[in-house]
């Protein structure tokens, strides 16, 4: 029997601490280069993971450092200090993990000058008796090129860099201006003249549907996003050609191709914010890769050569031997990467500079799968109100967590547990959603003032007035949006799929798919709704409190219960089940509340009844208030946020912030204000 005693552990410790610790820095180093670029096309628990790994590495290799240069100079201690700066340098396919890490490029600078001088400190020490100096100096130029570049990385991708890291122009140069767009450069001073008549899909002048029309279309785009992110406005004819780019002459195909174009851009926005190539794919960064493979490959060589002449120990041998090939495997393979990656793709297809490829690389990009390539996480999680009330933690646990002061964290376990996740492959979603933004931007002329006309309209139709009136023309968004909500979950609980039409099922489903995705986001990403949620907090308390004390008093079993419970009580029974301070009329209509609280649930329950018909719900119309709203919200969220997203799997909400965009909807459309006017002048001639 082994028995462990202070002093077992200590002489265990001082036998291992750096062996192991560079064992795990290497392994940290090969996740982080296999799967970093995996959070770009899964969120949830990969993202959780790689933040793990991106922390560790750091961590790992700078206390590694630390413990060589407190331990002593043997020359093998002095040959692995470099290997810890490549580590320190990471992966290509990570360098920052949030947007934040890139804005403290001078706090890394400063970490670099001193890791290297420390390192360089600790190798002159003993360089004149280290037989392995050859070795040791090569692996010491190739961790400063490695820790420069992702330094270098962090720089460009910092605020204060940002617009020259970008795509120049040039790289689309071959898309020709349209000759309507020509002479709109200094068009600034017309005045603004909305069109809603034109179909923009029959104009002759877009871009054809072909893959590398979509490519070439896509990689003007992206040099759009600047703009975007940055602030500036475009001039009318960047704004002319933008959004002929964005649009495609096939009808048929025109939401997909628009959402391939939106996938191209939003990954290169993720390779430029947050990986090594905009660094790697220069001039510079070429040679310094190069200079860096044959510094680590002579490293072999050399240490291969020396080892023969100078004892080490077997296990030491080996681990140098691991640690080199390691290191010329992790490169090699980030040079596999690099070639199936966005950017060299687009070199390749002469968007960017003419350069010119071996055969054998090239053989292996085709364009078609280039295109259609996994760029996202297609995933749209789903929450939704009645779900979140049903599926509640014990009475027991809640006051528990909050003696605890740990509240906030039991809400977000409680939204996790009752989130789904529902897969927007699906084509006939994104062509209606793409199709109806078109037709919001066409009839909104500023998007971030609009007034939530599409809900006036059903509430005239179908005579709605009193408290919902009151909650849509009078409250803020954070009420519409409740209100709707609830009503749309009571509404699809309320209805059976069966008593349909096939057309209706398909509104039906959008209609669920935007609302509980609205609700998630107001739940579970409240940074991305901060700019409208005003409130929030206390409308949904209200809200969440009032059909608590409600079902409380009934059997209830699962959410389809609870909808039905709540659309078959009428306004007087439920007033005094949640002890309501309202007035109602004769016929239990609620035309005011005096007791202070925001509460929607008596208005979203009128809404939902008000909207069923003999021939069941409205699902069309309120398909259409749902892509108001959300179009509303992508809007007003801050373009920083947006920004964050394509490293979090992607959201919806960006996909059509950055749809909007292309589409001028803060501007109402230029180009059509253009095109209006000319036909005004010709007619006029």
Known sequence: MVVLDAESIKKLWDTWNIRGLIILSLLVQSFLVLFASMRKQRGGKWVAMIWVAYLLADWVATFTIGLILCTGSSDILVLWAPFLLLHLGGPDSITSYSLEDNELWLRHLLGLLLQVGSTIYF????????????????????????????????YLASFERFGSSW??????????????????????????????????????FLVDSDPESILQAAVYLFGSIKNLLLGPVQSRQQTAKSFANFLSRNTDRAAENALRKLEIELSLLYEVLHTKLPVVVSKIGCVCRILNLVCILGALLSFSLVKKHYKLEEFETWLTFGLLIGALALDFISVILLVFSDWFAIAHFHIMESRSFPKFITRFININKFIN??????????????????????????????????????????????????????????????EEVINFCKTVPRIKEVWFERSFKILEEFSISGPVERIIKESDYTQILLTWHIATELSFRGEDEQCSSTGSNDHRAICKLLSDYMFNLVMMKPAMMASVLNDWKKVFDDTYAETESFLSRSSVLNEKDASRKILSTDFDELAKKVEFGGDFDADYQLTSRDDGKRSVLFAARELATHLKRTDGYPWERISWVWVELICYAAANCKPNVHAQQPSKGGELLTFIWLCMSHLDAEGAFPFYRMRKIRQMQQGQD
């Open 373 to 434: 390539r996994h760029r996202w996480s297609n995933e749209v999680l789903q929450l939704n109100f009645i779900t979140y009330l049903v599926k509640d933690h014990p009475n027991w646990l809640k006051k528990v967590a909050e003696f605890l002061l740990l509240k906030s964290l039991l809400e977000a376990i409680k939204g996790i547990r009752c989130q789904s996740s529902q897969n927007f492959k699906e084509v006939p979603h994104w062509r209606f959603i793409f």
């Open 167 to 204: 795509v120049p122009r040039d790289w689309a140069a071959g898309l020709p201006i349209p000759v309507q767009f020509q002479n709109l450069g200094t068009a600034d001073h017309l005045p603004r003249i909305l069109p809603v008549d034109i179909d923009i899909h029959m104009d002759s």
């Open 123 to 154: 190798i002159l020490q003993s360089f004149s008796q280290n037989k392995l100096w050859l070795p040791t100096l090569l692996l010491l130029l190739s961790g400063i090129i490695k820790y420069a570049e992702r330094n270098y990385a962090f």
